[in-house]
């Protein structure tokens, strides 16, 4: 008997879930028209103002197949969050918007075209504003950066019965409030976009930071999500909402009738099991998704890089290697100066902190990243100088992703890997302290790459003079010595057909000091170059990644739309419950 009465109540509790469930979801319509349509140009623009509302402005070209049924209705999903539907403004090729309602269907708003429908085979204009959106903004949770706000969007979008486009021409822009500097704002690389991370990061006309996307090859039935980072400081304390007390609304349909119990019940059905399901593994992925985030704060290449292609990328320079192997930034930078001292392009004025001049004429062969190097270090202030070095890196993980496509990240971090196992082998094995000053010299680069870098060099030249490079008065201000001609025979290369950099003159061409001495002189120049510009590596990291391969972070949940006609389409259901409820129906119609 304990058992039927655990059944019974296991049964009461499963009929109350679904009550629950049926209560949130949309009625389903009881007639269809046919609805087929494209859409090609879309662009969204997001200002997020100096109060810390946001105003939506959509700017929608349809156009309408010739056997589809008119386009008379047309709803426009919002954020879940709160604005007033009288504010809405909208036209229909420059003539007002018959009427605007809320809509029954999405969390938003019904844009009525009446007798301005869309015809068949006609194409149509539809301009939408929404200004005064509140509740869109959220604390930063990561710990790269301090006091900053957060906000995620994704644009109203059609479900895919009905859109058929292929190449809209897309546009989604965010525009930052007025008080934002022009170096405090971080974007999001967009979630399923099709285009480029970022098509544009500028200011505006009256200097308001903004981030815009475009590409010509999307959809508008695949569910896009940008976002942007900022100062708190910008907006009023009082707007920015507390994560803990986010619920999202519902549409206002309604279910009615015993009849329309069942046929939501039945439609449902997949959708409940999925959100069951989902609610299993959300736990879990939480639990996941909380040591991943502390793993990545220092991962600055972007993960999906390493799905891409087969084979080895050869020709990559050491400091491209260090980036796929993803070394730390500091590191990177130690190297590019290095690679500049020996190609005799500049000179060091001090080491702590940092200070470096450029000599004229710079040697031809350069890399673009050690010329920017060399103009990051010319600017005036620490500030200027962090910021031109992460400016320096982002675009060096963009060049060695771009290198990579088509190629195997697997094989060619193995292939540099075992280039900078050979270089110290080389180093090494070698038989007199001559051949290995040389040797150390000529690898250089290579042997940085080592993450035990420091403790070799030092236990490889302990006890033993090491003749000195011919670039060593340039990186010890005050050092001087008659550089000696001596031959390189004798000297093993780690890698054929990479680049070491063009003026890598290994030579014997110095006078010697203790190799002790010579290690230490090195050490500590890698420590300048973390201590005196970096700083806290972790948030000068934070700066690139949050570029590169931006940290997931808590996410405001946008509302996703649908279209429909008067009196037709068929009902998703809830469509957008089976991934997880976030939104109200997306592509919904009835």
Request: hydrophobic share 40%; net charge negative.
């Amino acid at each position: 008997m304990v058992t039927t009465r655990f059944d019974k109540r296991f049964l009461l509790v499963a009929l109350g879930l679904l009550l629950i469930l049926l209560a949130v979801l949309p009625a389903a319509p009881t007639h269809a028209q046919t609805y087929r349509f494209s859409l090609p140009t879309y662009e969204v623009e997001a200002y997020l103002e100096a109060d810390g509302s946001l105003t939506l402005r959509y700017y929608m070209v349809f156009q309408n197949d010739p056997s589809a049924s008119p386009i008379d209705f047309i709803d426009l999903a919002l954020p879940h969050a709160s604005y007033d539907l009288k504010s809405i403004e909208a036209t229909i090729d420059g003539q007002p918007m018959p009427a605007i309602n809320d809509s029954a269907y999405v969390y938003g708003a019904e844009l009525a075209l009446k007798n301005l429908a869309i015809q068949p085979g006609a194409q149509g204009t539809v301009i939408a504003t929404v200004p005064g959106i509140t509740d869109i903004l959220f604390p930063y949770d990561q710990a790269d950066r301090e006091n900053y706000v957060n906000f995620q969007f994704t644009p109203n979008f059609f479900g895919s019965e009905y859109d058929r486009s292929q190449n809209t021409e897309y546009r989604m822009t965010i525009v930052l409030p007025p008080a934002v500097g022009s170096e405090e704002g971080v974007y999001y690389n967009p979630r399923n976009w099709p285009g480029d991370d970022i098509s544009e990061a500028a200011l505006t006309q009256d200097n308001r930071v903004y981030y815009s996307w475009f590409t010509n090859n999307a959809d508008v039935h695949t569910e896009y999500e940008f976002g942007a980072a900022f100062p708190a400081s910008a907006v009023p304390v009082g707007v920015i909402s507390d994560p803990n007390d986010y619920e999202e609304p519902v549409p206002s349909g309604d279910v009615s009738g015993f009849g329309g119990f069942f046929t939501n019940l039945l439609r449902s059905l997949p959708c409940i099991f999925g959100v069951l399901f989902f609610l299993g593994i959300g736990i879990f992925s939480r639990k996941v998704s909380q040591k991943q985030t502390s793993a990545r704060k220092l991962q600055y290449f972007p993960p999906k890089l390493a799905v891409d292609g087969k084979g080895i990328r050869r020709g990559l320079t050491a400091v491209e290697a260090g980036i796929l192997l993803e070394e730390p930034l500091d590191k990177i930078l130690t190297m590019i100066l290095f690679s500049l001292l020996k190609k005799e392009a500049v000179t060091v004025l001090e080491k702590e902190p940092l200070m470096i001049k450029a000599n004229e004429p710079l040697p031809e062969g350069l890399y673009e990243y050690e010329t920017d190097f060399i103009k990051a270090f010319s600017e005036s202030g620490k500030d200027k100088q962090r910021r031109s070095l992460q400016a320096l890196l982002i675009q060096l993980v963009d060049v060695v992703k771009e290198k990579m496509k088509g190629f195997s990240p697997a094989e060619t971090k193995t292939y540099y890997t075992d280039i900078t196992r050979r270089a110290w082998l080389a180093v090494e094995g070698a038989k007199t302290p001559e051949i290995k000053s040389a040797q150390f010299d000529h690898t250089l680069e290579w042997t940085m790459l080592d993450d035990q870098f420091n403790n070799r060099t030092q236990q490889t030249f302990v006890n033993t003079p090491v003749f000195i490079p011919h670039w060593w008065h340039l990186y010890n201000p005050g050092f001087s010595a008659s550089p000696a001609v001596g031959g390189s025979s004798g000297l093993t290369s780690p890698v054929s057909s990479v680049s070491g950099g063009a003026g890598s003159k290994p030579s014997i061409s110095m006078p010697n000091i203790p190799g002790s001495d010579f290690a230490a002189s090195l050490i500590n120049g890698a420590t300048a170059v973390s201590a005196g510009v970096v700083g806290d590596l972790t948030g000068f990291t934070g700066a690139v990644t949050n570029r590169t391969n931006p940290i997931p972070v808590s996410r405001p949940s946008s509302g996703s739309s649908g279209f429909r006609g008067g009196g037709g389409g068929s009902s998703c259901a809830c469509a957008c419950a089976c991934a997880g409820c976030a939104c109200a129906c997306a592509g919904g119609g009835r």
